[in-house]
């Protein structure tokens, strides 16, 4: 199959983030698939583009075998609220420019946010030839209505109704839908956007090559100097939505525990506030160490005792499953989760690999983190079920094959036949590894 992804965070070699689609489409393309990305110029976290992307409206590149072009995003995305409305909107051009230029696909799959990706995708599906092409819509969180929650958007302006419109219009006019927490389906169920039949539940997932368990005391920990403090590592954004302040207000409540550091690790619109406010409050068991190569995060996660994941306390957030949590529980580490909903139930309730604590309650994830700090042995519990939770329900290979599976039953009859002699005899050898019952909590944590 020609598979088109329309993705406009997908990552550029090495930059941190979520590496969900980098993941699966090199692994479509091992499987005899031409893959094709449309991605924006400019980072998430940071908001700028790369030097070799200015004055570019398309750059086109390869990632290993992943064709990629590079769309136009205007470097007003991390300044304000409207300068990132005008860049999702630039990016719809940019990108319906790429659609063009690029060989008609098989199939499309627009994964959002930004919501605005569906335009592309619909172009994609309607272009040339006499008949459409399937398109997948895929949902990694509710817009608008996260936008809402968040206080970026006003619920009575035109531009939420605009988006609500938008969103009602892609879950209509898309072949598939697909969303990655149920919480997402039980709300579109809900508000009748879509039948069931016309949904599918392929979550996030651990890239169990890249994140695997590891010593403790690796490089990471001796190069920073951590010694032998307990470290609780944050690693992801440092926007609003994620409410990161909470931990400066934890470690607050940490100041008479010296031997716990809280590390935060990524990028974002806060972030340099962030750091500011630590410093002002002369508080030296939190540090920000920025964005980090992603090559190197499994250093990082294995070189902590605990990973946390926080999020604005926001009903919206009780429907998401955070990235990092998966990542953790690669590594064999218990999580700090202070996000309710969906996530606390995967984590608590059913991996049993972590604690819960209130969101943006700076006492409550403080008490938490002395509980785990002052009980190793449970914390090595923990990460151990974490692993073997993710091992045998959330391999990014396993899904992948489950997407490319959703994939073939929507395009022409003649492809199934080619696609299912491609799976057979690799379909064994690429399900999610058994839990190994050999790994111990000592193996995990030393």
Request: aromatic share 10%.
């Given at each position: 199959m020609k598979?088109?992804i329309?993705?406009?965070?997908?990552?550029?070699?090495?930059q941190?983030?979520g590496?969900?689609?980098?993941?699966?489409?090199?692994?479509?393309?091992?499987?005899?698939?031409?893959?094709?990305?449309?991605?924006?110029t400019?980072?998430?976290?940071?908001?700028?583009?790369?030097?070799?992307?200015?004055?570019?409206?398309?750059?086109?590149?390869?990632?290993?075998?992943v064709?990629?072009?590079?769309?136009?995003?205007p470097?007003?995305y991390?300044?304000?609220?409207?300068?990132?409305?005008?860049?999702?909107f630039?990016?719809?051009?940019?990108?319906?420019?790429?659609v063009?230029?690029?060989?008609?696909?098989?199939?499309?799959?627009?994964?959002?946010?930004?919501?605005?990706?569906?335009l592309?995708?619909l172009?994609?599906?309607?272009?040339g030839?006499?008949?459409?092409?399937?398109?997948?819509?895929?949902?990694?969180?509710?817009w608008?209505?996260?936008?809402?929650?968040t206080?970026?958007?006003?619920?009575?302006?035109?531009?939420?109704?605009?988006?609500?419109?938008l969103?009602?219009?892609?879950?209509?006019?898309?072949?598939?839908?697909?969303?990655?927490?149920?919480?997402?389906?039980?709300?579109?169920?809900?508000?009748?956007?879509?039948?069931?039949?016309?949904?599918?539940?392929?979550?996030?997932?651990?890239?169990?090559?890249?994140?695997?368990?590891?010593?403790l005391?690796?490089?990471?920990?001796?190069?920073?100097?951590?010694?032998?403090?307990?470290?609780?590592?944050?690693?992801?954004?440092?926007s609003?939505?994620?409410?990161?302040?909470?931990?400066?207000?934890?470690?607050?409540?940490?100041?008479?525990?010296?031997d716990?550091?809280i590390?935060?690790?990524?990028?974002g619109?806060?972030?340099?506030?962030?750091?500011?406010?630590?410093?002002?409050r002369?508080?030296?068991?939190?540090?920000?160490?920025?964005?980090?190569?992603?090559?190197?995060m499994?250093?990082?996660?294995?070189?902590?005792?605990?990973?946390?994941?926080?999020?604005?306390?926001?009903?919206?957030?009780?429907?998401?499953?955070p990235?990092?949590?998966?990542?953790?529980?690669?590594?064999?580490?218990?999580?700090?989760?202070?996000?309710?909903?969906?996530?606390?139930?995967?984590?608590?309730?059913?991996?049993?690999?972590?604690?819960?604590?209130?969101?943006?309650?700076?006492p409550?994830?403080?008490?938490?983190?002395?509980?785990?700090?002052d009980?190793?042995?449970?914390c090595a519990?923990?990460?151990?079920?974490?692993?073997?939770?993710?091992?045998?329900?959330?391999?990014?290979?396993a899904l992948a094959?489950?997407?490319?599976?959703?994939?073939?039953?929507?395009?022409?009859?003649?492809?199934h036949?080619?696609?299912?002699?491609?799976?057979?005899?690799?379909?064994?050898?690429?399900?999610?590894?058994?839990a190994?019952?050999?790994?111990?909590?000592?193996?995990?944590?030393?």
């Amino acid at each position: 199959m020609k598979i088109l992804i329309i993705h406009q965070y997908y990552l550029t070699p090495g930059q941190p983030g979520g590496s969900r689609f980098n993941e699966m489409a090199k692994f479509w393309v091992e499987q005899g698939h031409q893959v094709t990305v449309i991605a924006g110029t400019v980072d998430y976290s940071s908001g700028k583009a790369p030097a070799q992307y200015l004055g570019r409206w398309l750059f086109k590149e390869q990632d290993g075998s992943v064709t990629v072009w590079r769309c136009h995003v205007p470097e007003s995305y991390g300044r304000s609220y409207k300068g990132r409305m005008w860049a999702f909107f630039v990016f719809v051009l940019s990108a319906a420019t790429a659609v063009i230029r690029t060989e008609r696909p098989d199939i499309i799959l627009a994964t959002s946010p930004p919501l605005v990706v569906a335009l592309p995708g619909l172009i994609a599906s309607r272009l040339g030839g006499a008949k459409k092409k399937p398109w997948i819509f895929e949902v990694r969180d509710l817009w608008p209505e996260t936008a809402i929650t968040t206080k970026v958007l006003s619920r009575g302006s035109p531009l939420t109704f605009v988006l609500y419109a938008l969103e009602r219009w892609a879950y209509r006019l898309a072949d598939r839908i697909n969303v990655l927490t149920p919480a997402f389906q039980e709300d579109i169920l809900k508000r009748g956007l879509a039948p069931a039949d016309k949904i599918a539940f392929i979550p996030n997932g651990a890239d169990l090559d890249h994140f695997q368990p590891g010593p403790l005391n690796n490089e990471v920990r001796c190069q920073l100097g951590w010694g032998e403090r307990f470290v609780v590592l944050y690693a992801g954004a440092h926007s609003r939505a994620n409410a990161v302040m909470q931990l400066i207000t934890a470690a607050e409540y940490l100041r008479d525990r010296p031997d716990i550091l809280i590390v935060c690790v990524g990028d974002g619109t806060e972030r340099e506030s962030l750091v500011v406010l630590a410093r002002d409050r002369r508080l030296a068991n939190i540090t920000f160490l920025g964005p980090q190569p992603k090559d190197r995060m499994p250093l990082f996660v294995n070189g902590a005792n605990v990973g946390a994941a926080v999020l604005q306390n926001n009903p919206t957030f009780r429907t998401v499953y955070p990235n990092k949590v998966f990542d953790y529980m690669a590594c064999g580490r218990p999580t700090l989760l202070a996000i309710d909903g969906v996530a606390r139930r995967m984590v608590c309730d059913e991996a049993r690999a972590g604690v819960f604590a209130e969101p943006e309650n700076g006492p409550a994830i403080a008490s938490a983190i002395r509980y785990l700090a002052d009980n190793p042995v449970l914390c090595a519990e923990m990460g151990a079920r974490g692993y073997h939770w993710v091992t045998a329900n959330a391999s990014r290979r396993a899904l992948a094959i489950r997407y490319l599976e959703l994939m073939t039953e929507l395009v022409p009859p003649s492809f199934h036949a080619k696609t299912e002699e491609s799976f057979r005899g690799k379909r064994q050898s690429h399900q999610t590894r058994p839990a190994d019952s050999s790994i111990s909590e000592e193996t995990l944590h030393t």
